[in-house]
Each structure stands twice: as C-alpha cells, then as structure tokens.
C-alpha cells in the first residue's frame, strides 16, 4: 500500500517507463505534470465511486434564503464534498427528489437533513491498496500523452484503469453494508418506542 502521494506518482511513472521522483517540486517535466494533475485525479477517482474510506455523513445546515423556483428548502455542502451517496430525512427516509446546484442541495424536505457522501480524502495513508492502484492506473493514464506522445499508450492505460476501477469498486462494495445515516436520536426515539 502506498504511503504518499510521491509513491502514487511514482507507481504511475513507472508504468510509463518514466524515471522515479523525489518530490512534486523537483524540477523534472514528470514532477511538474504530476504536481499539477495529482488533485484532479485524486478526486476523479473518488467520485467515481463511494470509496469506503472517502464516506462520511453530515447533517447539512438549511440556508437562509428559499430557493427561488421549483423547491423549497436549500441545504449548504461540506467543504469537503464529492458526490452525494444518500440523502435521509429528520424521520428517517430515503429523500428521492432532489438536486445539486452551486455546492447546495435542493429540495422540499424541511430541517434537519443528512447525507452520506464521499468526501475530498486528502490523505493516502488512508487508501486501501486497490484504491492506490486505480489512482497509479488513472493519474498514469493522464500523464502517458504528455510524458511519451503516445496515444496508443494512453489509452492501454486509460483500458488498465477502468480495469482497476472496476475490481476495486467490486472488492470495495463486498466489505460490508454502509452504515445507515438514520440520526441517532430519531433510531433511539424509534427504539424506545417498541
């Protein structure tokens, strides 16, 4: 398993064939695409599925003002989001209509809500082996072009990242049900209540 974001890098460039880095600074053409490209593959990758350990849960805070047409409520993002797993309501159920606009979700369901969603994880020492991989595998996609001029190259490797995509997501959905993101209190009333 990786421990940085330099062994991501260099897992990637090896791939290529290319020469291994010391550092995101170093003054190599490889560093540089790397340093530049790394945060929008990062958060590629995590966006295309609700990795386990990028999932969070929030009770998102209701904006002041109304939406202006179509729905009634609107709830301000985490900073830290990426892609919404699930939205529940204060009572418990799934909320099915809704929408994102502006780093804001729209809908009719009045406070609280909470979501499950995948969340900008930052730090690799984090990832699970198979998420360092699809990483290697994207960010080496994104930088065979650049570093080689080959298109045949990327896209053998654009074809081993969905591959590692698609075996990681498999292995990541089989490690257990989420937890639910019923609020505490609303599951302690509902048990109580029996």
């Excluded at 930052?122 to 650049?146: F, G, I, Q, V």
Aim: aromatic share 8%.
């Amino acid at each position: 398993m990786a421990n940085s974001v330099i062994e991501i890098c260099n897992n990637a460039l090896l791939d290529l064939g290319e020469d291994a880095i010391m550092s995101l600074g170093d003054e190599s053409k490889a560093a540089g695409l790397c340093n530049h490209r790394w945060p929008a593959v990062r958060d590629a990758v995590l966006r295309a599925h609700p990795w386990n350990c990028a999932t969070a849960q929030a009770e998102l805070a209701a904006g002041a003002a109304t939406p202006l047409w179509k729905w009634e409520c609107r709830y301000m993002l985490p900073v830290d989001f990426l892609r919404i797993v699930r939205i529940v309501g204060g009572g418990g159920s799934q909320i099915q209509d809704w929408e994102i606009q502006g780093g804001v979700v729209l809908c009719n369901e009045e406070a609280p809500i909470y979501i499950a969603y995948v969340r900008r994880e930052t730090d690799p020492r984090r990832y699970d082996a198979l998420l360092d991989e699809t990483l290697a595998a994207r960010l080496a996609a994104t930088l065979a072009y650049p570093l080689t001029g080959s298109t045949a190259l990327a896209q053998s490797c654009w074809n081993l990242y969905q591959d590692k995509l698609n075996e990681a997501r498999g292995v990541d959905a089989r490690e257990g049900v989420p937890e639910s993101i019923t609020p505490t209190n609303w599951l302690g009333a509902k048990m109580g209540s029996r």
